[in-house]
């Protein structure tokens, strides 16, 4: 099906063409639409359209609504102010329109004008280390970017640009060469025993550098063995790197996130690339020796000492920095997967190293204007003191113990309804599970990536407020109502006037693919988050002042205000999936 023009664009296109015909030595004319609380919507072009023809404004705005005539869209158009146009919808039009939306699997949402390639860069966990509450923010704001960015028609291929290289590894491989036997282990392996085991190996590799000089002097020589390719160190790394994804997986499996094998893509991964963008860089001048090092300069990057800071591809003792694994990934995207968008939802603190690897990147040609590279960068996550958020010891806050968590806390809220709505064990521990990962991931997508947010357990599994918990009740009631309903089925009824309630909900309803037009092109996932708690307070209102099922009601109001619960539900339901939030049927 075709997608459904919103009732905003309607209105746009119906007031440029009277624009037109009222005024057509103006030209084409924007009628600067915009939601307005005096009217559906208010229209402010005619004052600059009067002051470029010498024209008084409000006659001019007369002119306007005399071009218009008389239609089904536009109700009642009132000239305010010193030339305001205040445009009221008519109901019909509202219900006509989410009817079309209501039969269209997609909601009426229209795919991207001019779809393309981006690669995302999210949730790059390290090898053989923990992940930690840091980790958290990449993975969410990335999977539902990745999610939205689909859902609008956009060709998407994912990477996990995870820690798997470097100098740590000489020191862990060379103690499993020692004691070969530290990573056997049985098969089913679950995440959390191959965490454990790759801890215990750390730490004694480690204990053993820091007091063994002759065990360091191997373990230095078996990181030039890695580098070099060596056969047997490269297995012995493999091993590491199955080991921890492992770990990985079962981390994402609890976020209730898909990673796929294929799109784990480490720093290893660009090894064999790292000479040649070292060669490029040099012999097109881009990159200069600086004390035997191979760096990129700018103007406008320097330190306290007022000196320029470079950006170091290259180290004068042969070593390669962050910046050629970087630039050589984006080498790989642009030339070999077609990208013509690369995002990285990336730590803020780490922005000055992309601002220098992009701007390296364009100079070098890698980027142009039909390529463009985006940093998606976020906050910190705090505890409720507002400082970075650690456990009362002082140690960074494992993941897994956070999920535990909040599973841990939905699940009594949950419990608490559950002989009310008559849920089995089965439904509240998996209920449980929806609903503390979704507070989880709902708090950090309904904030604004690049501000720091407050972790706060309490408030994420409350059922009153900006949260998910909110949002997944609304639903359920939504299909409690339908259930109740038995066979009355949801019917729109364009005919029927609408109360306030009905309205205003009807008109938020059919904003739901301009908002997602607008966050897949700014990169704000939080502006969904946003939308969706304004419709379920739509909802909660419509509630309160429209009985959906009362006898008192004729059979088609009934059905009108199920199609509008209807269709309520589905929308809710689609924006929490493009979110990574589940909703339960039944809570």
């Not at 970017?145 to 060709?155: H, N, Y």
């Not at 809220?413 to 599970?433: P, W």
């Amino acid at each position: 099906m075709a997608s459904v023009p919103s009732l905003a664009s309607n209105v746009q296109q119906r007031l440029a063409d009277a624009l037109t015909a009222a005024l057509p030595e103006a030209g084409a004319a924007d009628p600067l639409l915009r939601r307005s609380d005096r009217a559906d919507f208010q229209a402010n072009g005619i004052l600059a359209l009067a002051k470029k023809l010498g024209g008084n404004p409000r006659e001019l705005a007369a002119e306007v609504v005399d071009a218009i005539g008389p239609n089904d869209v536009l109700g009642d158009i009132e000239v305010s102010g010193p030339g305001f146009l205040n445009i009221t919808i008519t109901d019909e039009a509202i219900t006509r329109t989410l009817a079309a939306r209501a039969a269209d699997d997609r909601l009426g949402v229209p795919f991207a004008a001019e779809p393309g390639t981006t690669v995302i860069d999210y949730a790059q966990p390290n090898v053989a280390k923990e992940m930690h509450v840091g980790h958290l923010r990449s993975a969410v704001i990335g999977d539902a970017m990745v999610q939205i960015l689909e859902f609008t028609g956009e060709k998407v291929v994912r990477r996990h640009h995870i820690g798997d290289w470097g100098t740590q590894f000489g020191m862990l491989i060379q103690y499993l060469i020692e004691h070969p036997h530290e990573l056997d282990h049985r098969d089913g392996v679950s995440g959390e025993e191959a965490m454990s085991n790759l801890n215990r190996l750390y730490k004694a590799s480690r204990t053993l550098f820091d007091s063994d000089e002759e065990f360091k002097d191997r373990a230095r020589r078996r990181v030039v063995d890695l580098q070099a390719g060596d056969e047997e160190t490269l297995s012995l790394w493999q091993k590491f790197v199955d080991e921890s994804k492992i770990y990985f997986y079962s981390v994402f499996e609890k976020l209730d996130m898909e990673i796929r094998d294929p799109d784990i893509v480490g720093e290893s991964g660009y090894n064999d690339m790292l000479d040649e963008t070292c060669r490029i860089l040099e012999e097109s001048g881009v990159a200069v020796r600086s004390e035997g090092a191979l760096c990129v300069f700018f103007d406008d990057v320097k330190g306290p000492d007022g000196n320029p800071v470079p950006l170091i591809v290259k180290k004068s003792n042969g070593g390669y920095g962050y910046a050629a694994t970087d630039l050589s990934a984006i080498r790989d995207r642009v030339q070999n997967l077609g990208a013509d968008t690369l995002v990285y939802v990336v730590d803020a603190r780490q922005s000055l190293h992309f601002k220098m690897v992009f701007e390296t990147a364009r100079r070098a040609g890698w980027l142009n204007d039909k390529v463009k590279a985006v940093q998606l960068a976020f906050g910190t996550v705090l505890g409720k003191d507002g400082k970075p958020f650690k456990t009362r010891e002082g140690e960074t806050v494992r993941l897994v113990d956070l999920l535990d968590e909040a599973i841990d806390r939905a699940t009594a809220v949950v419990r608490e309804k559950a002989e009310k709505v008559g849920l089995s064990e089965q439904e509240i521990v998996e209920n449980g599970r929806y609903v503390g990962v979704g507070a989880v991931k709902y708090a950090d997508l309904s904030t604004s990536a690049v501000r720091d947010y407050k972790f706060d357990l309490d408030q994420m599994v409350s059922l009153n407020g900006d949260t998910s918990v909110y949002l997944q009740y609304a639903y359920a009631r939504i299909q409690s109502i339908k259930r109740k309903a038995g066979d009355r089925s949801p019917v729109a009824h364009p005919e029927l006037a609408l109360a306030p309630a009905e309205r205003a909900l009807g008109l938020h309803l059919d904003q739901f693919g301009e908002v997602l037009a607008e966050v897949a092109s700014s990169y704000e996932p939080h502006k969904l988050a946003a939308y969706l708690y304004q419709l379920a307070s739509h909802l909660t209102t419509f509630y309160d002042q429209c009985h959906v099922l009362s006898a008192d009601n004729p059979a088609e109001v009934v059905e009108n205000r199920l199609f509008l619960v209807d269709l309520t539900g589905r929308t809710l339901h689609q924006g929490m999936a493009l979110l990574g939030i589940r909703t339960p049927e039944r809570l």
